[in-house]
């Protein structure tokens, strides 16, 4: 099995790649540094998860200490939603760059098709349509420039991808969306395989506990632990395993060293054709679904819109839920 994927940019993007969204303060350089020394090459980082500068101490220290080179790591950043105006791109990359201690990054990807007035918190209140058209201009100029080696996008349904590739003059290398077996993405899947663009797989493991969250979990879903059983590899292995076998790169996020170590033992050994087969008995839930997002500001009216169709319908317990503590980790 490759252990990287080729983009359309002819560059590698290694397939699993350390989440740092909500590693705590402090514990991001170790988890890093434990993650390099294990064999991972690739980071996911971005502006909203507010540990940017300390993902750029742990990356000096792993330059100065010699265990890898700049051109041996794929860092990813993304775009803050305030600094979608095609004059705010260059200054919100420059700013990643700094923390990150980088003068290019590997990836940079449009965080999602929400945006929020500049220099305002990440509020319902703030939030404004989106043109991204506009900002995608301006994402092209990054990579024409060499700051940003690929581009792409983030939290694009197949309608909003399929938008932006009518006028893309440099087309998305990447789409990075919630992908693991309780929400498949197969049509999706489909689109980017046939349109050159890579799916990246945020919250592989079904992000277990975070707020925003909801519905039924990955790692102790039945058919993938009856999987893991017969493998005798743990559920959240099967669940970064299926990913890479669908093609895709998986980016789970641990701060606990043993799991670091788990979730990047998953090269030597497959999942068979037949326990594959299995995993489409899920049933399909898409567990980050972005209430917030749908406000008469923003433009989206429902889900629906926000997803064009590619949600299933709120349960109770999504319409019941709190998210003020998912919408303090991006103000
Ligand atoms: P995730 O990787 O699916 O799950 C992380 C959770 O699983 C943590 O609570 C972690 O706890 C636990 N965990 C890790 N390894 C485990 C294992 N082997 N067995 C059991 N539990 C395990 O969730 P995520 O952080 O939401 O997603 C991963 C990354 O994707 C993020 O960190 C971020 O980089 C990216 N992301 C991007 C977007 C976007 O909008 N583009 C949205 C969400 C996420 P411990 O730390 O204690 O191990």
Same mark, same amino acid.
């Given at each position: 099995?490759?252990?990287?994927?080729?983009?359309?940019?002819?560059?590698?993007?290694?397939?699993?790649?350390?989440?740092?969204?909500?590693?705590?303060?402090?514990?991001?350089?170790?988890?890093?540094?434990?993650?390099?020394?294990?064999?991972?090459?690739?980071?996911?980082?971005?502006?909203?998860?507010?540990?940017?500068?300390?993902?750029?101490?742990?990356?000096?220290?792993?330059?100065?200490?010699?265990?890898?080179?700049?051109?041996?790591?794929?860092?990813?950043?993304?775009?803050?939603?305030?600094?979608?105006?095609?004059?705010?791109?260059?200054?919100?990359?420059?700013?990643? &760059?700094?923390?990150?201690?980088?003068?290019?990054?590997?990836?940079?990807?449009?965080?999602?098709?929400?945006?929020?007035?500049?220099?305002?918190?990440?509020?319902?209140?703030?939030?404004?349509?989106?043109?991204?058209?506009?900002?995608?201009?301006?994402?092209?100029?990054?990579?024409?420039?060499?700051?940003?080696?690929?581009?792409?996008?983030?939290?694009?349904?197949?309608?909003?991808?399929?938008?932006? &590739?009518?006028?893309?003059?440099?087309?998305?290398?990447?789409?990075?969306?919630?992908?693991?077996?309780?929400?498949?993405?197969?049509?999706?899947?489909?689109?980017?395989?046939?349109?050159?663009?890579?799916?990246?797989?945020?919250?592989?493991?079904?992000?277990?506990?975070?707020?925003?969250?909801?519905?039924?979990?990955?790692?102790?879903?039945?058919?993938?632990?009856?999987?893991?059983?017969?493998?005798?590899?743990?559920?959240?292995?099967?669940?970064?395993?299926?990913?890479?076998?669908?093609?895709?790169?998986?980016?789970?996020?641990?701060?606990?060293?043993?799991?670091?170590?788990?979730?990047?033992?998953?090269?030597?050994?497959?999942?068979?054709?037949? &326990?594959?087969?299995?995993?489409?008995?899920?049933?399909?839930?898409?567990?980050?679904?972005?209430?917030?997002?749908?406000?008469?500001?923003?433009?989206?009216?429902? &889900?629906?819109?926000?997803?064009?169709?590619?949600?299933?319908?709120?349960?109770?317990?999504?319409?019941?839920?709190?998210?003020?503590?998912?919408?303090?980790?991006?103000?």
């Amino acid at each position: 099995m490759a252990e990287s994927f080729v983009l359309n940019t002819g560059a590698r993007i290694p397939s699993v790649g350390l989440g740092t969204w909500q590693i705590e303060p402090g514990a991001v350089s170790d988890a890093i540094y434990a993650a390099v020394k294990t064999g991972y090459r690739h980071i996911d980082s971005a502006v909203a998860y507010r540990n940017q500068e300390e993902v750029g101490v742990a990356l000096k220290k792993l330059f100065e200490d010699g265990v890898v080179k700049r051109e041996d790591l794929f860092i990813t950043s993304k775009l803050w939603p305030g600094n979608h105006a095609p004059e705010d791109v260059q200054e919100d990359i420059g700013s990643s &760059l700094k923390d990150l201690q980088l003068d290019y990054v590997d990836l940079y990807l449009i965080h999602g098709p929400i945006r929020i007035k500049k220099g305002t918190m990440f509020i319902p209140e703030n939030l404004i349509p989106t043109d991204i058209p506009a900002t995608w201009g301006a994402m092209e100029k990054l990579y024409y420039a060499g700051k940003a080696r690929a581009i792409g996008v983030s939290n694009f349904s197949c309608k909003k991808l399929q938008d932006l &590739l009518a006028v893309a003059r440099v087309p998305p290398a990447v789409n990075q969306v919630e992908c693991h077996p309780v929400w498949q993405q197969d049509k999706l899947r489909k689109l980017c395989q046939s349109t050159g663009v890579h799916l990246s797989a945020y919250s592989p493991l079904g992000s277990p506990g975070s707020p925003g969250y909801s519905g039924p979990s990955v790692v102790s879903n039945p058919i993938v632990i009856s999987v893991a059983e017969k493998l005798q590899k743990t559920p959240a292995q099967v669940a970064l395993r299926w990913g890479l076998q669908l093609g895709q790169s998986v980016l789970p996020k641990s701060a606990n060293q043993t799991r670091i170590k788990e979730n990047f033992d998953i090269f030597d050994w497959s999942i068979p054709h037949d &326990l594959m087969a299995k995993f489409s008995a899920i049933k399909q839930v898409r567990l980050l679904k972005v209430e917030f997002a749908v406000h008469p500001k923003s433009g989206y009216n429902s &889900l629906e819109d926000l997803w064009d169709g590619e949600v299933e319908y709120e349960d109770e317990r999504t319409e019941n839920q709190d998210h003020s503590d998912f919408l303090r980790c991006f103000s």
